[in-house]
């Protein structure tokens, strides 16, 4: 059997064999790579009427949260400069392990929206992206190992290809 015929072989099994999680891979990060478009257009809850008069106060967006997620401890406090986006009050905490954005008018002190992160669309689009959806013990390992098998067809497809006469190419035109 010669070069080819092997490398051949080796290509379209690998092929078969990570193609399907290459696609995933590949969707998926390109979800995540228009997550603020999207979600821009897809939450309007992220979004208020810019107004004259000043924001609340951290400490006072603190208690309106709170009353949200009262066992809950409170990591961080964000205002947007541009004046026409909502507040957002993050719960974040290891042990145990939660993570929850409460979305708070800065202007009134409205609750608009209070997110439970991990159920959030694009925080599954990742976990796809990483783990392909199983725990991060068993799906990083089979996402690394085909990513270096697509690097592997990349080669091979190059031998592949690459023509037996290396002064030209081996395709013929005809007029």
Known sequence: MNIKKITGQVHL????????????????GCLYAFQAEISDFTQPYRFVEKQNTAFLSPSQLEVIAKKQLPDKHIHSVEYAKSGDKA????????????????????YIGEV?????????FFRIVLMGHFYLWLPPAIGQPVVASATLIFVVLMFSGLILWWP???GGSQTTFYH
């Not at 290891?94 to 800065?106: K, W």
């Not at 608009?112 to 959030?120: A, E, H, I």
Request: aromatic share 18%; charged share 20%; proline share 4%.
């Open 13 to 28: 099994w690998l092929g078969l064999l990570s193609g399907l999680i290459v696609f995933v891979i590949s969707i998926t």
């Open 87 to 106: 507040a957002v009050v993050s719960f974040y905490s290891f042990d145990p392990e939660y993570y929850y954005l409460v979305y708070i008018n800065p």
């Open 112 to 120: 608009l929206k209070v997110k439970d992160v991990d159920k959030d």
């Open 164 to 166: 037996k006469n290396k």
